[in-house]
């Protein structure tokens, strides 16, 4: 597997819809990088937020997952309390090639705020906007902002198609239109 390069990339938003909206130039005038780098693409975090909390004292259970355990807000910023943890979603809609696997990686404005992204794959042939996992590891409150850059997705293309793609074994996150929480 290789990494691809921008002009991969580039090409393949354009040609054919990987990434949309696309960027094909890092936007970075006053705001947290987004848009096209040399090997990679630097998403954007929506304005859609579900910040974790214990009010309630619910359990987090990925195999019974109760809504009780965050609160939802739509806004330019979220705050993040200390040592929690908030999920977002991606302004950009993926499709992924059947012989393409993304990996994702945080970036360094956040990571050095004690920031951490967590994104699982994109697997080959799934598509839809990203939900994205941020974690607060600092006894301080932080902020995220919304319509900024987040994290970088690197694009690694196989030598050979996959027999079995995420649309084929008709995954549980295909298609994902919001911010998705745990499915069985």
Same mark, same amino acid.
């Given at each position: 597997?290789?990494?691809?390069?921008?002009?991969?990339?580039?090409?393949? $938003?354009?040609?054919?819809?990987?990434?949309?909206?696309?960027?094909?130039?890092?936007?970075?005038?006053?705001?947290?990088?987004?848009?096209?780098?040399?090997?990679?693409?630097? &998403? #954007?975090? $929506?304005?859609?937020?579900?910040?974790?909390?214990? !009010?309630?004292?619910?359990? !987090? @259970?990925?195999?019974? /997952?109760?809504?009780?355990? /965050?609160?939802?807000?739509?806004?330019? !910023?979220?705050?993040?309390?200390?040592?929690? /943890?908030?999920? $977002? #979603?991606?302004?950009?809609?993926?499709?992924?090639?059947?012989?393409? &696997?993304?990996?994702?990686?945080?970036?360094?404005?956040?990571?050095?705020?004690?920031?951490?992204?967590?994104?699982?794959?994109?697997?080959?042939?799934?598509?839809?906007?990203?939900?994205?996992?941020?974690?607060?590891?600092?006894? &301080?409150?932080?902020?995220?902002?919304?319509?900024?850059?987040?994290?970088?997705?690197?694009? /690694?293309?196989? @030598?050979?198609?996959?027999?079995?793609?995420?649309?084929?074994?008709?995954?549980?996150?295909?298609?994902?239109?919001?911010? !998705?929480?745990?499915? &069985?």
């Amino acid at each position: 597997m290789a990494i691809k390069s921008d002009r991969w990339i580039r090409r393949m $938003a354009q040609e054919h819809d990987m990434i949309n909206p696309f960027y094909e130039k890092q936007m970075r005038q006053g705001v947290i990088s987004y848009g096209l780098s040399s090997y990679g693409y630097d &998403l #954007r975090v $929506a304005d859609e937020f579900k910040i974790f909390t214990n !009010v309630n004292n619910a359990i !987090v @259970d990925p195999k019974h /997952f109760d809504e009780k355990s /965050f609160v939802t807000i739509t806004s330019d !910023v979220c705050i993040v309390p200390p040592n929690s /943890f908030a999920l $977002a #979603r991606s302004v950009e809609y993926f499709k992924i090639p059947r012989d393409v &696997l993304t990996i994702c990686v945080g970036k360094s404005t956040y990571a050095r705020c004690g920031i951490i992204v967590n994104v699982t794959p994109f697997e080959p042939e799934w598509e839809g906007y990203v939900t994205l996992e941020i974690s607060n590891t600092t006894p &301080l409150p932080a902020k995220i902002y919304a319509n900024e850059g987040l994290c970088q997705i690197l694009f /690694f293309q196989s @030598d050979e198609v996959c027999e079995i793609s995420y649309k084929d074994k008709k995954g549980k996150y295909q298609s994902q239109k919001g911010i !998705v929480l745990p499915k &069985l």
